[in-house]
């Protein structure tokens, strides 16, 4: 298997940032060094399921944006798997720039074939779907993201003992498989809590169609759009790195931190709740967020 079990625990730290409540944080960014947090989880069994079928000429395709934690992480299980891979990813206009972004490039870097299409084409994934598996029978084709029902199976290995004796489940939500995930395998007395890195108003019933359980709820915390960094989520994860010595990233769970600590200093939480967060990993993406923010010179992330 190329994707194999962790052969030690994943930590559950706690952050003492407050009295009244109980913060932790459970680091599935540790889980592998190149295939981070829950995109690890989320191709588990996509992956493992497909080569466990042999097929004669392996072949990986996935979708993406320019930053994708998704890309950069299907790129490194074709290189270290000696599969070749193709990544479909938003934007013409980087046909050109792939080198000046440290995403693609390490792609690149790993074998990956990149194939850089419109917007509109984007938008439109299905259709490129049927024509790629048309085109390449035998490939895996993974949708964005990683999420689907594959996808779940694997969410369900970041659940364990140790997360049952918690009040509150909270993840950072893209395209919604995490969540879902969590959602249909946490305990029935567990509530879930998604902090949505995107502004989409159809998520819910995304997730809803994948868990078919309603025991979530979807908290807006993209701070002004997806993708977007502002000067107060760089202090805050500086800050938090500062205090907690965890580095977090600008896309994703960086904001559901700090909406979480919003969250507690509202009182959202009942006093003596046990909350636990999962740190969904991309850190590679600092890289490539510090490298814009220098171009505006703003402070960068540390
Ligand atoms: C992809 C990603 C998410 C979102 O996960 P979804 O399953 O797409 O909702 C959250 N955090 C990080 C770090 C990610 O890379």
Partial sequence: ????????????????????????????????????????????????????????????????????????????????????????????????????????????????????????????????TEFLQNEFPEALIIPEGGTNKEALEGVKMMLNDETKDFDYLCTAVGTGGTIAGISKYCEDNQKVIGFKAVDDASLENKILELTLKKNFNLIDSCFGGYGKIKDENIRFINDFKDDYGIPLEPIYTGKMMQKIFELIDENYFPENSRVLCFHTGGLQGIEGANLLLEKQNRNLII
């Fill in 1 to 128: 298997m190329i994707l194999q079990l962790p052969t030690e625990k994943i930590p559950i730290q706690e952050i003492p940032a407050n009295k009244t409540i109980k913060l932790f944080i459970k680091r599935e960014d540790l889980i592998h060094h190149q295939i981070s947090g829950n995109k690890y989880w989320k191709l588990f069994f996509n992956i493992n399921n497909y080569l466990a079928k042999k097929p004669k000429k392996p072949y990986i395709i996935t979708f993406g944006g320019a930053f994708s934690n998704h890309i950069s992480a299907v790129s490194a299980i074709g290189n270290l798997a000696g599969i070749p891979t193709l990544g479909i990813i938003r934007g013409e206009e980087l046909k050109n720039k792939w080198r000046d972004n440290p995403t693609l490039l390490y792609a690149k870097r790993n074998g990956m074939n990149l194939q850089f299409v419109t917007r509109e084409e984007y938008r439109h994934k299905e259709k490129l």
